[in-house]
């Protein structure tokens, strides 16, 4: 689909390449209420916790599609700044979490500057809707103002739907977990940059990288390979390949906590992309949806805001996955300095 997507322009991913058995859900169908569609999409909200949202044929999905290729071309653009200027809207002096970061590692020569072998930025929501009172960005952030404007709110459009049909299955009263995740209402929700440049495949690192989402249903656009997700009925790692036209939608473990477990968050990394494709810069673009900064337990010992929750998960002060068991702290752990340096 050379016209909607720029996949084309890419190496193919590789046919030999084991991969994911991610389903492909038609979000048209969603909009339209087609009960076959609605049944396999909570199957697969039980099963796997990933699936394809196939956006075309609708139109709120074609739009989606278009506005992330656009944010693709800013992410690249942002990268491309000097790494003087990138920081200046880093962690943590900006933000302990909606903001710029990196992971270097030494150069090849041991005289050269340390390379950035990974960098992301996150933009949070309530900065883009004006909800807030706005973190310093760069000009190139606010010269497409009107994009992320758009992107946010179609992509919270595309979510709600979701939420409506799992709201039906899971026989909860009607708009409960709308209520849960209101767009103009303070919440974790961001759109996240994210750059890694050609780089050897490194089973430490990647394991060390080894994660589920902390929040409600994330929506990834990739143009390369390298997600990976575990298996549940082998463990083994396998590719996600990435669909023109379509993102990859996972649940997070939110929606493990709000279901007693019904819904998974599967555990997935990400690594060099594999074939001919592990010669390029890849780039995702990312929409996590977070609930509205309420309280996650009724427990009072054990009480915590979503608010409280993203910072700790997302600053690595509470390592671990959530699995079938629950939360499970991280079997290596790292301090955060080691897996993604905090920079000034």
């Given at each position: 689909m050379p016209a909607l997507t720029s996949h084309h322009s890419l190496p193919p991913f590789p046919s030999d390449v084991e991969t994911a058995p991610l389903v492909s859900?038609?979000?048209a169908k969603l909009e339209a209420g087609d009960t076959d569609?609605?049944?396999?999409?909570?199957?697969?909200?039980?099963?796997?916790?990933?699936?394809?949202?196939?956006?075309?044929?609708?139109?709120?999905?074609e739009t989606i599609v278009s506005e992330a290729e656009a944010l693709n071309v800013v992410q690249k653009e942002f990268f491309e700044l000097p790494n003087s200027v990138k920081d200046i809207y880093g962690r943590p002096h900006l933000h302990p979490f909606y903001a710029y970061r990196y992971n270097e590692v030494p150069s090849t020569d041991g005289t050269s500057p340390p390379l950035r072998n990974f960098e992301n930025y996150n933009l949070r929501k309530d900065d883009i809707l004006s909800q807030c009172d706005r973190l310093a960005c760069h000009d190139l952030i606010l010269q497409h103002q009107?994009?992320?404007?758009?992107?946010?709110?179609h992509c919270r459009a595309a979510i709600d739907c979701l939420l409506e049909h799992l709201n039906t299955h899971l026989q909860l009263p009607e708009g409960t977990l709308a209520k849960l995740h209101r767009i103009h209402e303070r919440s974790g929700d961001h759109v996240r940059f994210t750059q890694t440049p050609p780089q050897q495949f490194d089973e430490q690192r990647a394991r060390r990288a080894e994660h589920t989402d902390f929040g409600s249903l994330t929506v990834l656009?990739?143009?390369?390979?390298?997600?990976?997700?575990?298996?549940?009925?082998?463990?083994?790692?396998?590719?996600?390949?990435?669909?023109?036209g379509s993102c990859v939608v996972n649940l997070g473990d939110a929606m493990v906590t709000f279901t007693a477990g019904i819904l998974r968050s599967n555990v997935h990394r990400v690594v060099p992309a594999p074939g001919a494709q592990a010669g390029f810069v890849r780039n995702s673009l990312v929409f996590f949806?977070?609930?509205?900064?309420?309280?996650?337990?009724?427990d009072p010992q054990e009480e915590m805001t979503s608010d409280e929750w993203i910072m700790k998960r997302g600053t690595g002060q509470l390592p671990g996955v959530f699995t079938a068991k629950g939360f499970e702290p991280a079997a290596f752990p790292l301090a955060p300095s080691a897996a993604y340096p905090v920079k000034a």
């Open positions: 859900i038609s979000l569609e609605s049944a396999a999409f909570f199957v697969a909200c039980k099963r796997l916790g990933f699936f394809y949202l196939d956006m075309i044929g609708s139109s709120l999905g009107s994009l992320f404007e758009r992107y946010v709110v656009f990739n143009w390369l390979g390298g997600l990976q997700i575990r298996t549940a009925d082998t463990n083994r790692w396998v590719y996600v390949r990435p669909i023109p949806t977070r609930p509205e900064d309420k309280p996650m337990s009724d």
